[in-house]
């Protein structure tokens, strides 16, 4: 059986992830120079170096985490995944015990607000309420998507 996918890219913030990466380059360069100082001589320039190098790392890490992908993929049944630029996260493989909800007719309005959003724009239809192990994810489907879902594992929006 073909794989069906659905993706989603989060990255509203992919402007401050380029600016911190911007200032950290700019702070590499100065680092270079103090190096290059410092190995001359000026012994003290060491520790402006140790200062950069922090500030690097502080100003690169959080940008790991800054925009990711949300991939809904259903190939003998619905894996969803989290890939960030460095790793890839399972959130969630649905199994016989999981409830469906509908969220577009508004009746189940606090489970949505309760839900960890896994799509980017507020779709028209096809807006679903999953609740996997005691944790409620609300997912975008597209019509075919929430067919398959449905018929393969026989459930019933709720």
Known sequence: MNAY???FVFDK??????AFLVLAIGIDIFDVAFLVSAVLGHYVDFVFVAVGIVLT???RLPTQSMTFEIKYVFKDG????????HKKETLFCLGGDFEIYCADDGKNAELLANAEKLYVY?????LCVIRVDGKYYALAFDDYMLALVLSFYGKQLG
């Open 5 to 7: 996918v659905l993706n």
């Open 57 to 59: 790392l502080a100003l």
């Open 78 to 85: 619905l894996v969803v995944t989290k890939i960030y630029p």
């Open 122 to 126: 507020e779709p028209k239809e096809g």
């Open 13 to 18: 913030k992919k402007p401050l992830k380029t």
